[in-house]
């Protein structure tokens, strides 16, 4: 087997595949019913029939009773003992999906089972949240197990890289060696001549997946027909595409697969084979309508709608709302979208969900057919009041809970009745709007979200941008566009301001591009607080800013999507600081200059508010003399650790008079040890600091 680079191959890989993976323990080798869930990735569930994912840990037979009904634990536990894969066909897929299964034993004792859809467009892949890292030869084993063609590139500003990862069925369809497709890229094996492939890029790089199809090229010059799913992914700090691609021979083989699981139908062969056709049909419509754009929700439900109608032959279709009536308690059947020649149903009616056939729907939970009412459910008001007699529907949930029924009905009937091929086609319906109408909520509360930041990020006087990587202003708020000179609020426009007008640090270094704060979090993926910036307008003072800069990483991947950079005006506090700092150092040089001893102190209170002794602002060097200190060991202390003798004295008690009555105070210095000899005390109240601030004045000039 061909070494893989274990960092550009991991859960990821797996979860965006439209393949099933599984990864299955047996607890007890002689019990199939202890086989425990080690990982599922997002397509596992096609043979499942539920999503394995949140299940982890648990055991097979519990969460998926279809499995045991069906005799999957006894078929897995039998490929274990072998030690053998086994291709399981239509009996290791008790859904009725049409998928392909494969088992698998694993070199520690576990079991692969992967599936593959039948269907041309495979199963839509999700945002999942599993936990697989396996060692590099098991990952190996799984990719391998595929029988489509794996390929794994990278894709920068010149086009696609060399290959990354590859899979066996790679170097077994196009006939190179592992070491030669390590060389190569995707444009060495597409047919240009048949195919844009920088168009397809192009796309890709736009919509972040795509499906096309395209003539690929063998070492033998043989010419493959490939279908590709194909999405951009980040591995390793890398944008890279992951692409499946399947051959014709693979299509030959589900449909072969398709026909094994039906042999037992014989004469119906034929009828079954179209049905599948239309299916696979019907499926590339939804697909359409699922990713077309569409001017409304409204829009593309009836999109959806009208095809179901053509699909199923009814006239009448319907998305339903089951809302519980608040006052009554009573579940209600309420139109969202219809399509119907009866001006009667339209959206908005809202009646008794017992009056209508999706009461089954809901009672039951899954899809509920009649061909002819009048024979299978004579009694019900929607046959006996509205004259319907063919209906099918199914749930509709979104977000884990019912949100109500998409259904078809006709006043004719339906001798024939509704085929499983039908009721599979509106239930992958129920879930494509479902999903839809899941991310139209998400939509919508997000421009909500964006629309209420955009509101308040308009009113703040701090000036606001968004830089994309692109270093693009892509947002920016009337503040930011004043402050930057901005010509625009949302065009496009680079974040290159030094070229434009002069930027300085702190200090009034000029900046470049490359020192602003957004490309230094682009550049590490953390925030910058607090940083000092002056820009210099064309003719103007420098004005000075506090500049913070936050990351946006909405994929949680560690990797920025973009910059929110603020700007707060600080020209003013830095003018007034600096002069505050210039008049201190003026004062203290004043203060160091006299021959008198000068401090100042801040008191200090007890819970009650009572001052209980004061610490050390402002120590001359006169004064540090006089008190036989240095200075720098008495600023931040207080006065009775340092000198407790004076707690005893009149002159501390004076000094709390003038903190807390505000009066002045003139006397001699206590006889304390630590004077070099008397002084006479002059003290004023520092009202700003709750404090007051003193000097020793000589004896002889104590009366001027």
Known sequence: MRPLASDTLDRRLLDVLPVGVAIYELDDPGDPATLRIRYANPASATVAGVDLRARTGERLAEVAPVATEAGLLRLYADVL????????????????????????????????????????????????????????NRSRTLLDAIGDVVLVYPIGPEGPGTFLVFNDAAVNRYGYSPDELRAMTVHDLIDSDRFDAEGALTELRRTRRATFDSVHRTKSGDRLYMSTHARLVELAG????????????????????????????????????????????????????????????????????????????????????????????????????????????????????????????????????????????????ACVARGL????????????????????VSPEPRPEGFSDVERDLIEVMAQAV????????????????????????????????VVDTNFEVVMSNPSAREFLGLDVAHDAETDDLPDRWPVLDADGTPLTPADLPEREVLR???????????????????????????????????????????????TDL????????????????????????????????????????FEW????????????????????????????EVAETDVFEAYIRVVDEGERFEG??????????????????????????????????AGS
């Not at 049409?98 to 269907?119: H, Q």
């Not at 019907?282 to 409304?296: F, G, P, V, W």
């Open 389 to 408: 007699r063919a209906f099918i529907g199914t749930p509709v949930t979104v977000d884990g809970a019912l949100f109500g029924t998409l259904n078809f």
């Open 574 to 613: 830095r003018a007034t600081a600096l002069a505050a700092e210039r008049s201190e150092d003026l004062l203290r040089a004043v203060l160091s200059a006299s021959a008198e001893g000068v401090m100042a102190y801040r008191a200090v209170r007890d819970g009650d508010g009572a001052v209980e002794d």
């Open 524 to 570: 590490t993926g953390e925030p910058v607080r607090g940083l000092v910036q002056g820009i210099v307008p064309p003719g103007k003072p420098v004005r000075w800013y506090r500049v913070n800069a936050t990351p946006l990483d909405h994929d949680g991947d560690g990797t920025p999507e973009a910059v929110v950079v603020s700007f707060h005006d600080v």
């Open 617 to 644: 602002l402002l120590v001359t060097d006169r004064a540090a003399e006089i008190v036989g200190r240095d200075a720098d060991d008495l600023v931040g202390r207080q006065l009775l650790e340092e000198f407790p």
């Open 81 to 136: 003992r072998s030690g053998q894969p086994r291709d399981l066909g239509a009996e290791g897929d008790p859904t009725g999906s049409g998928a392909a299964v494969r088992a698998i034993p694993l070199d520690d004792g576990a079991l692969a089972v992967v599936s593959e859809s039948a269907s041309e467009g495979a199963q839509a892949l999700q945002d999942a949240q599993a936990d697989l890292a396996r060692e590099e």
């Open 238 to 381: 890398k944008l890279c595409v992951v692409a499946l691609c399947r051959d014709d021979a693979d299509r030959r083989q589900f449909r072969r697969s398709i026909a094994r699981s039906n042999r037992q139908l014989e004469a119906s062969v034929a009828q079954r084979t179209r049905q599948l056709e239309a299916f696979s049909e019907d499926l590339k419509i939804l697909h359409a309508i699922t990713t077309a754009e569409h001017d409304s929700p409204a829009d593309r439900f009836d999109a959806y709608l009208r095809a179901g109608c053509e699909m199923f032959d009814l006239p009448v279709g319907i998305l339903s709302a089951t809302p519980v009536d608040e006052v009554t308690g009573e579940r209600m059947y309420r139109l969202e979208a219809v399509v119907s020649p009866d001006p009667g149903f339209h959206p908005g009616l809202t009646v008794p969900l017992s009056e209508a056939f999706c009461d089954a729907v809901v009672d039951l939970g899954h899809t509920v057919t009649y061909g002819d009412a009048q024979e299978q459910a004579p009694d019900h008001p």
């Open 668 to 701: 001699p210095t206590p006889d304390v040890e630590v004077l070099d000899r008397p002084w006479w005390i002059r003290a004023v109240p520092l009202r700003a600091v709750d404090g007051l601030a003193m000097r020793f004045v000589p004896l002889d000039e």
């Open 434 to 465: 479902g999903r839809r109408i899941e991310a139209d909520r998400a939509e919508a509360a997000e421009a909500a979200s964006r629309e209420r930041y955009r509101a308040i990020v308009e009113t703040v006087d701090a000036g606001v941008i």
